[in-house]
């Protein structure tokens, strides 16, 4: 089992930045791919972006060029730096983990609160 934990979130104007974090525990060895997804309300969580523990990184189209996702896998932690913040990325941002034996996300965290005022 793996246990994850996300902070950072918060209030920030339009064209802020902020910087979300998710700490990892349990059988973190198993873990292979890491990511960020975000859910607005009335509508469906979506990924944001991921990453393997090697440091391949995918992102939404949405976010790519304002959004970075980083990994310290000796910490067993998972970062999302958002800069350029738009109102239309207010949403709950969510850590999920996919262990090598499913590739599949399995493990999520309880989730943090992005708002973003215009």
């Known amino acids: 089992q793996v246990q994850l934990v996300e902070s950072g979130g918060g209030l920030v104007q339009a064209g802020g930045s902020l910087r979300l974090s998710c700490s990892a525990s349990?059988?973190?060895?198993?873990?292979?791919?890491m990511g960020w997804y975000r859910q607005a309300p009335g509508k469906q969580r979506e990924m944001v972006a991921t990453i393997t523990r090697i440091g391949v990184t995918h992102y939404a189209d949405s976010v790519k060029g304002r959004f970075t996702i980083s990994r310290d896998n000796a910490k067993n932690a998972v970062y999302l730096q958002m800069n350029s913040l738009k109102p239309e990325d207010m949403a709950v941002y969510y850590c999920?983990?996919?262990?090598?034996?499913?590739?599949?996300?399995?493990?999520w965290g309880q989730g943090t609160q992005v708002t973003v005022s215009s």
């Open positions: 999920s983990a996919a262990p090598y034996s499913t590739g599949m996300w399995d493990y």
């Open positions: 349990g059988s973190t060895f198993s873990i292979n791919l």
